[in-house]
């Protein structure tokens, strides 16, 4: 896992507190930087909408501190906004007026950053030259009983005043310990970015902003912007006002993006790798209720914020019963906008109307398995919620059950890189838990030993009404509905423990069930297998059904019924009356070809273009296709459907 270089940290700190407490000025007096941009916030003398700015500190170690600092608005009408700003931050400076003590905001403001996972900070008395020494330890001890049952509770508190610099060297004391204190982010997480900010710098054209939640992101590189999936290049990454080549999570960063214009981009998208993490619109969460909150009851509808997104989320509760003031419930969330989050992404909810922060929650899983019963799904969430990292990559191969998950899709599932999932699964393959197949299908090895005795159970069926007690390979695998890789697992652990035996040659054995009662092998199987491959070399140009007679110097009567047995395991496949068979396998592919040219228009010229094949071969083919509904034929032409 990668690490951020020690010698040069960046944290994320956001500005909290109520209005006209000083928040503002404060940043200006730390960073020189006003965050007041927008000409109605000039205009009014208040914060409306996200502000930026940057503080650079030595560490203890002489290494450089960077502060990316959201300043964010303190007016209930913006709480919107000061959550888009919220997400994701390393710490918080609560900024409380001195001469006004806690207000509303304060309170609010403080529930959002632990709701939302902050658990890092320090508060900040401002105005302190409006009050005496005797009237500032007073508000001290307030605020300290006011913090008492939140993460703050031990916080350091700064009294400052900007206007004559008291305490300004101290509050820069306290955010050194503090941004030294923040955990280190690694890259273990996919790369994504929500983003804040959107506009168009003269000669640069499309620039964003956010700050990147996991991963690391390049200059040069081709990114994704979810929802929608559209496709950009990342031409230039800044930080700190500073071109540079590349962006580590944890930090902000404005990138100039080309191949989409302004108007394309909104608040509340997000910069993705292609075909990794995609926008979800249902999930199952963990939620907590504020005390004082009203009631949650089954499909309520609430304002779900998370990170720079926001939207409408109805509740789904498991079990029907309310959720309580000060309780937390497992949930399922039906988003009406989709946006990107993974598993331990936090979030807050907010009433319709009238607005007001209620509680948040923690995502538990943003790729519910559709049709799972309801029971079964929440008595996996109640194991998941509080399981370890690699406890909870176990349970989401288990509950794939035979079918497994793939490394990428694990991985698109937890929000983690192939790397970082290949990683910390090597304990769980090693004591057995957990197999990887071919090196991409993951399966529990209780699954496996499941599918092992479905198959050794389906064994007699399959070769009821046969003359031998053997069934080919190709037909078990089918009746299995097994993917290839499981099926070849099992079949591999069955011979190995001598619970099947194998027969004839490669690609068209016989199964056994072995015991007493074994039958000798098909004497027929080498003719049969010979009559297999010299249609399996032709593919899709194979030859007239006498000619191979001929030339395998058959009777007419065992070629049709080495024939039944071929067409029953699909090894061929009859694609004309008139005796004219192709192999399986090429017709499978041609298949597939000819699905990828869905809505094209295909008639004998341009199959005869793919395949290389004559008109002899090209017309059955097409009537075949018609016939197995991968073409319409419209007039003399077909449609791929």
Not at 10 to 19: D, K, Q, R, Y
Not at 106 to 121: D, Q, Y
Not at 138 to 157: G, H, N, P, T, W
Not at 201 to 222: D, N, P, R, W, Y
Request: aromatic fraction near 4%.
């Amino acid at each position: 896992m990668m690490l951020q270089d020690q010698s040069q940290r960046t944290i994320v700190v956001g500005t909290a507190g109520h209005i006209d407490h000083g928040k503002t000025v404060l940043v200006r007096a730390l960073t020189g930087i006003d965050t007041d941009r927008l000409p109605e916030e000039k205009r009014r003398g208040i914060t409306v909408d996200l502000g930026f700015a940057r503080c650079e500190l030595e560490s203890s170690s002489g290494g450089r501190l960077w502060l990316d600092i959201i300043d964010v608005p303190g007016h209930r009408q913006f709480v919107r906004n000061m959550l888009a700003g919220a997400g994701g931050i390393d710490a918080v400076m609560l900024v409380i007026s001195a001469a006004e003590g806690v207000m509303p905001q304060t309170e609010e403001h403080l529930a959002i950053c632990g709701l939302l996972g902050v658990r890092r900070g320090l508060v900040v008395l401002t105005k302190a030259d409006l009050v005496s020494e005797q009237q500032l330890g007073v508000v001290c001890e307030e605020v300290r009983f006011a913090l008492r049952m939140s993460f703050l509770k031990d916080a350091v508190i700064t009294p400052v005043s900007v206007k004559s610099g008291f305490g300004m060297a101290a509050l820069r004391t306290a955010l050194r310990r503090v941004a030294q204190e923040a955990p280190v982010r690694g890259c273990a997480g996919l790369p994504r970015l929500p983003l804040d900010r959107a506009f168009v710098m003269k000669g640069f054209g499309t620039v964003v902003t956010g700050t990147l939640q996991s991963g690391i992101l390049k200059a040069g590189q081709t990114l994704a912007i979810e929802p929608g999936g559209k496709q950009v290049r990342v031409r230039g990454i800044q930080r700190h006002g500073h071109n540079c080549q590349e962006a580590r999570a944890g930090s902000r960063a404005a990138l100039n993006l080309s191949g989409i214009e302004v108007g394309e981009v909104r608040r509340g998208d997000t910069l993705v790798m292609p075909s990794t993490l995609r926008s979800v619109d249902t999930l199952d969460a963990e939620i907590a209720l504020l005390p004082g909150a009203p009631d949650l009851v089954h499909r309520s509808r609430v304002r779900l914020h998370g990170f720079s997104s926001e939207t409408i989320a109805t509740v789904s509760m498991y079990g029907y019963h309310p959720v309580a003031a000060g309780c937390s419930r497992i949930v399922r969330l039906k988003l009406a906008n989709s946006i990107v989050l993974v598993p331990g992404d936090r979030f807050v909810l907010r009433r319709l109307s009238p607005a007001q922060t209620i509680g948040g929650g923690r995502v538990i899983d943003a790729s519910p398995l559709p049709r799972t019963p309801k029971k079964k799904a929440s008595e996996w969430l109640e194991q998941i919620k509080n399981a370890s990292e690699t406890e909870q990559l176990q349970l989401r191969v288990d509950r794939r059950e035979q079918a497994g998950i793939g490394l990428r899709e694990l991985a698109q599932e937890a929000g983690w890189t192939v790397d970082a999932i290949q990683a910390a699964i090597q304990t769980m393959t090693k004591r057995g838990s957990m197999q990887l197949l071919s090196q991409k299908l993951l399966i529990g090895s209780t699954a496996l030993h499941h599918a092992a005795e479905q198959l050794l159970k389906t064994l007699p069926t399959a070769a009821a009404n046969r003359a031998t007690a053997g069934v080919r390979i190709n037909e078990l695998r089918s009746h299995s509905q097994l993917a290839p890789e499981v099926f070849s697992a099992v079949m591999a652990t069955l011979a190995q423990q001598k619970r099947i035996e194998l027969r004839g040659e490669p690609g068209g054995e016989l199964v056994y069930l072995p015991g007493p009662k074994l039958e000798a092998p098909d004497p027929n199987a080498a003719r049969i297998a010979a009559l297999a491959k010299l249609y399996q070399r032709a593919g899709l140009n194979p030859p007239l059904f006498s000619e191979a007679l001929r030339e395998l110097r058959f009777t007419e009567k065992d070629a049709r019924a080495f024939v039944t047995v071929l067409l029953r395991d699909k090894t061929l496949i009859k694609v004309a009356v008139d005796d004219i068979f192709m192999c399986g396998e090429a017709i499978e592919a041609l298949e597939k070809t000819v699905r990828g040219l869905k809505g094209q228009s295909l008639d004998v010229g341009r199959l005869k273009q793919i395949t290389g094949l004559s008109r002899k071969y090209a017309i059955p083919l097409l009537e075949y296709l018609d016939r197995q509904r991968i073409t319409r034929r419209v007039g003399n032409s077909r449609i791929v459907l």
